[in-house]
């Protein structure tokens, strides 16, 4: 499956689950978790190509700006949605409150087990 956006095709709960733990990787390595750690994950988890073109540029960079840093660490609120369109999550917050992490980690698989 390629993480490519289409038209008009609705993604099964196990396509968005995907994409959701690749997401889940490249905000991962904004928040300093080791590319290539998770690069080998992704692969043992044949994960790789569920990557976006951004998630994957993020990822493979030798030198990430701040802002590109800044920009995937926020990438969490649409890994919120992620969640809970799945049933990963029970309530979505409203828009305006603070966005709680530990939910999401929480529904994630372990990075590296």
């Keep these: 499956m390629s993480a490519e956006p289409t038209t008009g095709h609705v993604r099964s709960a196990s396509e968005v689950a995907r994409r959701s733990i690749a997401l889940h990787c490249a905000i991962a ?3 300093g978790v080791d590319e290539d750690a998770v690069l080998e994950w992704l692969e043992e988890e044949q994960l790789l190509d569920e990557r976006s073109p951004r998630e994957r540029a993020f990822i493979d960079a030798a030198d990430r ?13 649409a890994q919120v949605a992620l969640l809970w369109s799945i049933g990963k999550l029970e309530a979505m917050q409203e828009p305006t409150a603070r966005c709680d992490t530990g939910p999401v ?9």
């Design 29 to 31: 390595v904004a928040h």
């Design 105 to 113: 980690v929480g529904a994630m698989p372990q990075l590296f087990d």
């Design 65 to 77: 700006p701040t802002k590109e840093v800044n920009w995937m660490t926020w990438m969490v609120e």
